[in-house]
T-cell receptor
Framework: SQELEQSPQSLIVQEGKNLTINCTSSKTLYGLYWYKQKYGEGLIFLMMLQKGGEEKSHEKITAKLDEKKQQSSLHITASQPSHAGIYLC????????????FGKGTKLTVNP | DADVTQTPRNRITKTGKRIMLECSQT?????MYWYRQDPGLGLRLIYY???????NKGEISDGYSVSRQAQAKFSLSLESAIPNQTALYFC????????????FGSGTQLSVL
């Protein structure tokens, strides 16, 4: 089974709406990473979370880590068309190994 | 210019052919990786290298080989391509001081007919 489950698999929202993407791990998390991928391009690093309860923000994107639940959420406030893309979470299984395993991704469409 | 450059961007080949995908980086990172991305399966690690003399298998290395020619260059080879190796391939780099913060190339779309 997939180690990292992302939900939803795809999401269509109207511009200006808030949204949340979840990433749940079936194993212990040593670090959780969020990446964004635009069509035809590589992944771009967004944020890294390492401690339970940690929360980070970048512009209108906020990510939180619930270590007990082995889950992370990515929240976008007042979505814009520029937020469209595929969001992937990645997890470090060994602590500092940098060998990330990734979820399958959540495809976000933002309609103007 | 991109920090992590992959060539070619697209490649169509036939079953049984030998293919090499190349990756070069100007970030000065020691660590380099090859991933493949398949619809519905996400990203999976093929090989990784933590320095020029270090090569390690990832979760799906069968059918692939790699060469770390220099700190800045890491190539992936398919000795005898097969159709189920059709995928989007990504090279990535990282700095040992920044954990899993990976820098990705733009990808190579490989189609094996």
């Amino acid at each position: 089974s997939q180690e990292l489950e992302q939900s939803p698999q795809s999401l269509i929202v109207q511009e200006g709406k808030n949204l949340t993407i979840n990433c749940t791990s079936s194993k212990t998390l040593y670090g959780l990473y969020w990446y964004k991928q635009k069509y035809g391009e590589g992944l771009i690093f967004l944020m890294m979370l390492q401690k339970g309860g940690e929360e980070k923000s970048h512009e209108k994107i906020t990510a939180k880590l619930d270590e007990k639940k082995q889950q992370s959420s990515l929240h976008i406030t007042a979505s814009q068309p520029s937020h469209a893309g595929i969001y992937l979470c990645g997890a470090d299984r060994q602590g500092g190994s940098e060998k990330l395993v990734f979820g399958k991704g959540t495809k976000l469409t933002v309609n103007p | 210019d991109a920090d992590v450059t992959q060539t070619p961007r697209n490649r169509i080949t036939k079953t049984g052919k030998r293919i090499m995908l190349e990756c070069s980086q100007t970030k000065g990172h020691d660590r380099m990786y090859w991933y493949r991305q398949d619809p519905g399966l996400g990203l999976r690690l093929i090989y990784y290298s933590f320095d020029v003399k270090d090569i390690n298998k990832g979760e799906i290395s069968d059918g692939y080989s790699v060469s770390r020619q220099a700190q800045a260059k890491f190539s992936l080879s398919l000795e005898s391509a097969i159709p189920n190796q059709t995928a989007l391939y990504f090279c990535a780099t990282s700095d040992y001081r920044e954990g899993g913060k990976l820098f990705f190339g733009s990808g190579t779309q490989l189609s094996v007919l």
